[in-house]
Structure formats: structure tokens, C-alpha cells
């Protein structure tokens, strides 16, 4: 028998699997229509959503299924896991890996098993559905697989609402924090009805003390004739793990110490703390009942900050829409540098920021639309109604300049910006979460092509994402496997021809791949973990070159090194940087760090700090990519630059557009007003070459000059380093 493969991110399979709120007896009731349709679908006796522990297996949802080994090592789902489609043994007893498996030699009989793996939001491999049966099954076909797979994106969808759900349970704040100074009672108890916490206001309304608690059951305060009703109650709570589909009452009959009664209003909510289970009664005297229902409600579905819908009362808003097959659109809006904001300014300025946001949405919403703010600094908007994505497109640019305009919060005016997704229903999703993640990729995007932008959701944007997440777990094996390489691209002193330097470009020797260029993974990297790790390894090595041809035949040799983001969240770059020259043995200048306006304005006070040092200490700075984005001409002005390199759009374009060359002569005339170094990008012919030139630009990059090459090949192009040393020993 063939046991299943380990993964190497075993401890992060098992950490996202947590987030389920899953165990042994635990079940999730949305997976039942799942299974059940799985077994009629395909005729099979048994269907499951079976969930992969560390050692053994367990069911999520089951149809048909008797008493069978849940060790991880017999499962056929552990082997499905490590794949990315449908797994189809059709006759186990003629399968390598499962012919002597004890469920198909033993009585469950095993001969035919098709599984699909499901996977966290992350890409981490959670479990399978999966459908069995003790004949083999030949005749399943590719078709099959495919309504296998779809039922799997079913699957998926209900196991992601159980993880925001459980996220929405542990996210529970401490009693003290949530109800301990309240007017309203409130009572935590266990599974045994054992009061755990109580506020003064509960324990007065009974006539007890606050320390009480300590030898007071929940039925203790009801009067004798509902304490069986009640104890029922909390006991089939437990046995199905959730208070869904059980009759709670709304009114009780309470029991004081004194021994008199009287009648409360009620209201009962439970979740899970590890594998028990805990409630939390509140009560409310029939007088502020109204008052109470009405707080309550907006507990379960605004967001106390704002008033808008919370995000469970989004996604049910979505799903009622969806469901009625009214045409609608969703908007998903991140704030724009709130965070460098809240943290200078403080929370409380912070969240009167979140509050105008939230007003200035609501000012353009329609009232059958509905707004909700579903994080920190994230807002949703349900368009309904809404079936032309330009008009969806339009609203969402006009979110964008609402919120864009100063905000007076207490005295302080402050700014920020919003970039928006944008997804369409029913052409491009029918299901809530399909919809709501589209959205959100379409944000990604809009987030990666600068601030203040809005972009709609194209089917490509997912391939992306799935393409994000496969490299996301291959950039492991990158770093470790020394994957990554360096190739550099020539740059010239456009005056007399002769080398000034190079600009580092990273490469990646893909193992089955072949060499991918930075536009087939930096995305997946730049949002992943390992960003940091990767850029200070680039930093590294160009400067570990730059010394050697400084050192040989080059002894004014300037390397480009091109920073990420996360290099300035991450550590201390000024030090990571002197450190490097210092190892390396080079001066200030040999190196010239070059950012974009994406990183800039990601995190603008940080990434101004470290700049200005590195600048007072002699390391020069590029701005790249310059004239592309909206706040060039404003970070010219405020960042401490040497250099501005040119885009290779307006360089390619210069000498058939009176627009590109006017730009060109533009950028030109600023640098020189502020006494900055051009480097004019794409350069491939001897025409834009002599044209640069007359316009006094300095140095120049591109085709011309030298495609981006290994190290060797540039020793051998301009005669340094190696080539520098055979070309000195054959002169002797």
C-alpha cells in the first residue's frame, strides 16, 4: 500500500484548516444538499466532503457511509489532495497505490473512488468530495469529472462561508470588553448551563450578587416548570453544534433569589470555544423590549462604527438578490494610505474618517442599494438593478472622486483615496461568493495599476490569481532551490558611447518552465511572503558583482537594483543597504536604488524617511518608469532623486508623435531644473539615439545598446571582469 505524501507546508495546511471550526463530530449542515446530490448524480452509494487532519480523516458531510478506518494513511482523499483535478481510481483492486488498502481487502469494499480536492482562499489543500462505490466504475467519464469539480466550487463556496462565520465567532471580544459595564443583562454559561460570566445588571435583576455566579446554574434563574424545556433546548444545541433550526423563545419566566418571578425578553446566541460549546443569554425587561430587538438587530447586521451593513449582512443581501435573479453589480472599495493616516493621526480621527467614507457612499447610493463596510478600511457596495458594467464602471469612478474630496475631521483636513473592483451579475457570477470574489480580484488589480483606479472584473483576473497561487507555492522552492538569477542590461553615456553601468533584472530558472522574465511571476511574489527575503538577495548580488567589475576593467561601474515594496515594510532598509556596501567593499555611488510610484505611494512617509537617508549618504535614487503615473511630477518635488529614467513608451514614440517627443523634451527640461540625471528607456534604434542626444539627455538603456544577459555574456560584450583578466594575461 501506498501511503499519501506529506506536504512540506504541512503546519500551514493544518493552521488554515483550523480556521474551520471542524472536528471529529463536527458537521457542516450546508455540505448535506452537496453529498446528496454527489450520490444521485453519479448513482454511487457513498458521498462525502472528507477533511484531512494530521493523522486521520474526518467527515465534514457524508451520505452512505458506514464504519470505516479514518487513518490518514488508508484515505484515498489524502492522495487527492496532493493534486489539482479530479483524482479517479476506476478499480482500486488494479491500482499501485490502493489494491492492498485496507478498504478495499477489508469489509468496506472499496473498488471505485473520484475525488476533487478543495483548497483555502490561500491554495492550502483542505479535504475532498468525493464519491465511492464497491463496483468498479470504467464508464466514468471526463464529463463526469467535470460535474465532479463543479459541485466541488459548491463545496468550496459553503466551506468558505463556514470560515467567515468561525473567523466572525473567535473574533469574540473578552465579557468585560463586550457586556461587563452594559444596562443590559447578560448571562455567558457552558454546555452544562454553568454560568461563566455575568454583568451587574443580570445579577441585580435576580437579586444576587455579582460573585454569585460561582455556584449559580442558568436554570437556577428560570422557574421550575421551564427548566426542562430549556435544558432540552441547550442539549440539542450541542448535539448539532449550532442553535440553527431550534425554537429559542422569546420571553421567559425568570426566578429571583427572593423567590418572586417575573418576565423577561430573551435572546440566545452560541459559538464554539475549541470543542465545547458556549451561549450567551441576554435579557431585556418588557419595557425597553423594542429598544433591545432593535440593538440586537444591529449587532447581528450593522457595523457599529459607521451604521452601514455589517459584511454577513452583505453577503446575505447579495444572496437575496442573486437568488430573485434581479441583475446587480458589486463594488469593492480599499482605502487608499488610510493606514499611514490612522497611524500619525491616531484611531480616533481614523474612525471619523471611516464615518464621512461611509456618509459620502451612502449620499450616492440608491435606497434600494446597499452599502456596507466589511473591514477595516474595506467597503462594499450592491449595485441592484445595475446591468451595463460602463454604467457600474462610472458609479465606481464617481465613488472614487466623492471620497478623494478633504475631510474636516475635528480641525484636520485630510485626504485619502479609494480604489475600487468591479463585478457583474448574472454575466459574471451567479452565486454570492463568486460575485463578491470577482469583485475582489477586479480590486487587486485596480490596487497593482496605481491609486484611484477602478477596474472591472475580467475572466483573465482569475486565471491570474490561480496562476498567483501556484507560483505562490513554487517561489518556496525558488528560494530554496537557488532558483533565481540575475541578468543585466547595459546602460550608456549617450555623449561618447561609452558603459556607465547596468540595471540588475531578476530572472527565474523555472525547473519545468524555463527562464521566466519578472512579468510572468513578480505579482504572485510581491504579494506573497517571501518579497523581502527575494529583494534582499537581488541586492545582494548586484552589489557583489558591481564590486567585481569595479575591480576589474570597470572602476566607475554603476548598478541599478530595483527595490519591492516590501523591502521598506520589512527590516531596516538603509542598514540592509550600508551593510552591502560595506561587505562588498563599494562607495555610495556605485549603487542606484530605483522605486516607482507604486511603492511610493503604498507607504509614502515610510519610504521618504529611508530614501532621504540613503540619499544624505550618497546612494543615488531613481525614480523609473517616470511620466506614466499621476504623482510624478508631485514626488519630484518632495523625494530625494539623483536620476529619472524615461518610460520606453514616450521613447518608442518620440519620433512619430509630436505628443511622445514633446513629453521627452518636457521630462528633460524638469530633470536639468532640478539638477537631475536622465536615463532615457527603450532605446533600439541609431535614430532615437542621435535624437536623445540632441535633446541632452545623459545615458541611455535598451536594444541598442544590449538585450538584459547573463553576467558572462556582458563580460564578453564590454571586455570586463573575466573577459578583462584573459584579455590582460594574452597582452603579457
Not at 454527489?38 to 451520505?63: K, T
Request: aromatic share 8%; hydrophobic share 40%; glycine share 8%.
Amino acid at each position: 500500500m501506498k501511503c499519501p505524501a506529506i506536504f512540506a507546508n504541512e503546519s500551514e495546511r493544518l493552521k488554515a484548516l483550523t480556521a474551520y471550526g471542524l472536528d471529529d463530530e463536527q458537521t457542516i449542515r450546508s455540505l448535506d444538499p452537496v453529498v446528496h446530490i454527489a450520490s444521485r448524480m453519479f448513482d454511487m452509494p457513498v458521498a462525502a466532503v472528507n477533511m484531512i487532519g494530521s493523522d486521520h480523516v474526518f467527515f465534514a458531510a457524508s451520505v452512505g457511509v458506514g464504519e470505516v478506518d479514518m487513518s490518514r494513511d488508508v484515505s484515498f482523499c489524502a492522495h487527492a489532495i496532493n493534486q489539482t483535478d479530479v483524482m479517479v481510481v476506476a478499480d482500486a483492486t488494479q491500482d499501485d497505490r490502493f489494491h492492498d488498502n485496507p478498504l478495499v481487502t477489508g469489509p468496506s469494499h472499496v473498488r471505485f473512488y473520484a475525488g476533487v480536492p478543495l483548497f483555502s482562499p490561500e491554495g492550502l489543500a483542505l479535504g475532498a468530495l468525493c464519491v465511492l462505490d464497491d463496483r468498479p466504475h470504467p464508464e466514468f467519464s471526463k464529463d463526469d469529472c467535470k460535474r465532479l469539480a463543479e459541485l466541488a466550487k459548491m463545496a468550496a463556496d459553503r466551506l468558505e462561508l463556514r470560515r467567515i462565520e468561525i473567523s466572525s465567532e473567535r473574533s469574540r471580544p473578552k465579557f468585560e470588553e463586550y457586556a461587563g459595564n452594559s444596562a443590559t443583562p447578560v448571562v455567558w454559561f457552558d454546555e452544562q448551563g454553568k454560568i461563566i460570566e455575568w454583568n451587574q445588571a443580570a445579577a441585580s435583576a435576580h437579586g444576587y450578587e455579582l460573585s454569585d455566579k460561582e455556584s449559580l446554574s442558568f436554570e437556577q434563574l428560570l422557574v421550575e416548570s421551564e427548566r426542562s424545556d430549556f435544558r432540552q433546548l441547550i442539549q440539542g444545541a450541542v448535539a448539532t453544534g449550532s442553535l440553527d433550526q431550534l425554537t429559542i423563545p422569546s420571553e421567559l419566566t425568570g426566578l429571583r433569589k427572593s423567590g418572586s418571578e417575573f418576565h423577561f425578553g430573551f435572546a440566545l446566541f452560541g459559538w464554539h470555544d475549541g470543542n465545547q460549546m458556549k451561549f450567551e443569554a441576554v435579557l431585556r425587561d418588557r419595557s425597553a423590549k423594542e429598544r433591545e430587538e432593535q440593538e440586537l438587530r444591529q449587532q447581528a447586521n450593522l457595523d457599529t462604527l459607521t451604521g452601514l451593513a455589517n459584511r454577513g449582512k452583505f453577503y446575505r443581501s447579495v444572496e437575496e438578490v442573486l437568488i430573485k435573479a434581479t441583475p446587480a453589480a458589486v463594488v469593492m472599495i480599499d482605502l487608499d494610505g488610510f493606514k499611514d493616516v490612522n497611524d500619525t493621526l491616531g484611531h480616533t480621527l481614523g474612525d471619523g474618517i471611516l464615518q464621512e467614507v461611509a456618509r459620502r457612499l451612502s449620499a450616492l447610493a440608491e435606497s434600494y442599494d446597499v452599502v456596507a463596510r466589511i473591514g477595516g478600511d474595506e467597503f462594499a457596495v450592491l449595485l441592484v438593478d445595475v446591468t451595463d458594467s460602463q454604467i457600474a464602471l462610472q458609479l465606481a469612478n464617481t465613488m472614487i472622486a466623492h471620497i478623494a474630496q478633504p475631510i474636516d475631521v475635528d480641525g484636520h483636513m485630510v485626504r485619502v483615496g479609494a480604489s475600487c473592483g468591479v463585478a457583474l451579475a448574472p454575466t459574471q457570477a451567479q452565486e454570492a461568493l463568486e460575485l463578491v470574489s470577482n469583485a475582489d480580484l477586479a480590486l487587486f488589480k485596480a490596487k497593482r495599476s496605481g491609486r484611484s483606479q477602478a477596474c472591472l472584473f475580467l475572466p483573465a483576473l482569475r486565471m491570474e490569481a490561480m496562476a498567483r497561487r501556484l507560483y505562490g507555492l513554487e517561489l518556496h522552492r525558488a528560494v530554496d532551490e537557488g532558483e533565481f538569477l540575475l541578468f543585466y542590461q547595459p546602460q550608456i553615456n549617450l555623449t561618447d558611447g561609452s558603459l556607465t553601468g547596468a540595471e540588475a533584472l531578476i530572472r527565474w530558472h523555472h525547473p519545468d518552465r524555463g527562464l521566466l522574465v519578472p512579468a510572468n511571476f513578480l505579482s504572485a511574489l510581491e504579494g506573497g511572503p517571501l518579497a523581502a527575503t527575494v529583494g534582499s538577495w537581488v541586492l545582494d548580488e548586484a552589489c557583489a558583482q558591481a564590486a567585481y567589475w569595479r575591480r576589474n576593467g570597470a572602476p566607475a561601474f554603476r548598478m541599478g537594483v530595483n527595490l519591492l515594496g516590501a523591502q521598506f515594510r520589512v527590516g531596516d532598509l538603509y542598514k540592509e543597504v550600508m551593510e552591502n556596501l560595506e561587505r562588498h567593499g563599494l562607495p555610495p555611488e556605485a549603487i542606484e536604488l530605483e522605486v516607482t510610484e507604486n511603492i511610493v505611494l503604498d507607504n509614502d512617509e515610510i519610504v521618504l524617511e529611508v530614501l532621504q537617508r540613503l540619499h544624505d549618504a550618497g546612494v543615488g535614487i531613481a525614480f523609473d518608469d517616470f511620466g506614466t503615473g499621476y504623482a510624478s511630477l508631485s514626488l519630484l518635488k518632495s523625494y530625494p532623486l539623483t536620476c529619472i529614467k524615461i518610460d520606453q513608451t514616450f521613447v518608442r514614440g518620440m519620433l512619430s508623435s509630436r505628443r511622445d517627443a514633446s513629453v521627452i523634451r518636457a521630462i528633460l527640461d524638469m530633470a536639468r531644473s532640478f539638477d537631475l540625471e536622465t536615463i532615457a528607456e527603450g532605446i533600439e534604434t541609431e535614430e532615437a539615439n542621435r535624437y536623445l542626444m540632441q535633446e541632452n539627455c545623459d545615458e541611455g538603456q535598451g536594444y541598442l545598446f544590449g538585450k538584459p544577459m547573463p553576467a558572462r555574456q556582458f563580460e564578453l560584450l564590454f571586455e570586463i571582469g573575466s573577459a578583462a583578466k584573459s584579455q590582460s594575461k594574452a597582452s603579457a
